[in-house]
C-alpha cells in the first residue's frame, strides 16, 4: 500500500507531507543554515551535524551503550560508504523533515498504547509503580539515567507494548539482484525474489503470530522477562525493523517512553472510564497505527506510594 501510494501519489501531484508544512520547514531549516554559516554559530543538533557532513568533517562514531532495552535495535556493522555524496540544503530539510516525522508520531503512538495497555492491566500497572517508587526512594525523588536503564519491569513493559502495538506495522527492502531463497522441503524448488522488487516486512503480523508469541493479544510483558527473552525468534520481534536501515533513534525512542512513565506512574493511576473502547479497534482510514475513536483515558492522582 505504501509503495502504492507513493506511485499514486506522483502520477497525481499529491505530495506525502502537506505543501504548507513543507514549506514551513523549508524556511526554517534554511535560514538557519544561513544564520548558523554566515555568524559562525554551532549548536549540537542534526542540522549541525549535516552542515559537518557537508564539508566533509563529520566521521562515524563507535561504541555506544547497550544498556537501553531489549527492543533497541544494534547498530549496522556494515561500513560506511565512502562515496563522496553532495549534501545539498534541500537533502538537509529532507533529513530535518524525516527525524522530526519519524520520531514524533511513533513515540507518541508507543506511549498512548502503552497507557492504554496500563489502564486495562491495573496488576502490570500496579508492579510497575512499584518499580519506579523503589528506585525513587533510593534516588531522593529522581530517576538517574543509569538508574533508568536498570529498571527491569519497565523496559518488559515497554518491549510488550512495542510487540503487541508496533507504531510502524511494516517495513519494506527494494531487492537489487535476484536472490533465491532455498526451500527447506527437498521435493520444492525454492522461492526467486526477483531484482526490482518491493518486499514488504509486516512486523505486526509476525509479532501477533501465535506461533511466536502464544495468546498474541494478551499483553504479558513476562514474555520479556530474563528467562523467556532468550527464547524470542530472531526476527520475529522487529518494532525498530533490522539491518542497515534499521530505526536510528531506538535508543533515543526508548528513553523517552521510559522516562515519560517513570514521571506519569510516579503521580498518576491510568484507569479506563466509560469512553474507553474496549476491545480497541484499530482506524482502517489511516497509514498509522491509531485506534478508531481516539484514547481515552482517566489519569486520576496517586494517594500514597507516589512521590
Ligand atoms: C517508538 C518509537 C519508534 C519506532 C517504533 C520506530 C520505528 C522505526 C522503523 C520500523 C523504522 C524502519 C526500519 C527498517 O526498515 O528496518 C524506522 C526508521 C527510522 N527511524 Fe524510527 N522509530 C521510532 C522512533 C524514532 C526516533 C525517536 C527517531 C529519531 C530521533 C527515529 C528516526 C528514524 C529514522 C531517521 C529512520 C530511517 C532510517 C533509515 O532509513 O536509515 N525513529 N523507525
Redesign the pocket.
Known amino acids: 500500500m505504501t509503495q502504492m501510494s507513493k506511485s499514486v501519489g506522483n502520477l497525481f501531484g499529491i505530495q506525502v507531507f502537506p505543501k504548507r508544512a513543507t514549506e514551513f520547514f523549508r524556511r526554517i531549516v534554511k535560514d538557519n543554515i544561513e544564520k548558523r554559516e554566515a555568524e559562525g554559530i554551532v549548536r549540537p543538533d542534526l542540522i549541525h551535524l549535516l552542515m559537518e557532513a557537508r564539508k566533509g568533517k563529520l566521521k562515524p562514531e563507535s561504541g555506544g551503550d547497550n544498556r537501553e532495552g531489549f527492543a533497541a535495535v544494534e547498530e549496522s556493522q556494515i561500513e560506511p560508504s565512502r562515496k563522496e555524496v553532495e549534501l545539498s540544503d534541500e537533502h538537509i530539510l529532507a533529513q530535518a523533515m524525516?527525524?522530526f516525522f519519524?520520531?514524533f508520531d511513533?513515540?507518541s503512538t508507543?506511549a498512548s498504547f502503552m497507557a492504554y495497555e496500563l489502564a486495562l492491566n491495573p496488576d502490570i500497572q500496579k508492579k510497575l509503580q512499584e518499580e519506579i517508587d523503589s528506585v525513587k526512594s533510593k534516588h531522593d525523588g529522581t530517576i538517574p539515567y543509569d538508574a533508568l536503564l536498570s529498571m527491569k519491569y519497565l523496559d518488559q513493559v515497554v518491549s510488550e507494548t512495542?510487540r503487541k502495538w508496533?507504531?510502524?506495522f511494516e517495513?519494506d527492502r527494494l531487492c537489487v539482484k535476484d536472490y533465491l531463497i532455498p526451500s527447506t522441503n527437498p521435493d520444492e524448488k525454492g522461492f526467486l525474489v526477483k531484482k526490482g522488487i518491493v518486499a514488504l516486512v509486516p512486523?505486526m503480523a509476525l509479532q501477533r503470530d501465535p506461533q511466536y508469541y502464544p495468546e498474541p493479544d494478551r499483553f504479558d510483558p513476562e514474555r520479556f522477562n530474563d528467562e523467556n527473552k532468550s527464547k524470542v525468534v530472531p526476527g520475529t520481534y522487529?518494532?525498530?525493523?533490522?539491518?542497515p536501515?534499521?530505526?536510528?533513534?531506538?535508543r533515543?525512542?526508548l528513553l523517552?517512553?521510559k522516562s515519560v512513565f517513570c514521571h506519569l506512574l510516579g503521580k498518576f493511576d491510568i484507569t479506563p472510564y466509560d469512553k474507553t473502547e474496549i476491545p480497541m479497534k484499530l482506524s482502517s482510514k489511516h497509514f498509522n497505527m491509531q485506534p478508531e475513536k481516539g484514547f481515552w483515558l482517566r489519569f486520576n492522582l496517586r494517594k500514597e506510594g507516589s512521590s
Open positions: 524525516l527525524f519519524a520520531a511513533t513515540v508507543a512495542l508496533p507504531p510502524n517495513t512486523m522487529l518494532p525498530f525493523g533490522m539491518g536501515r534499521n530505526c536510528i533513534g531506538s533515543f525512542a523517552e517512553i
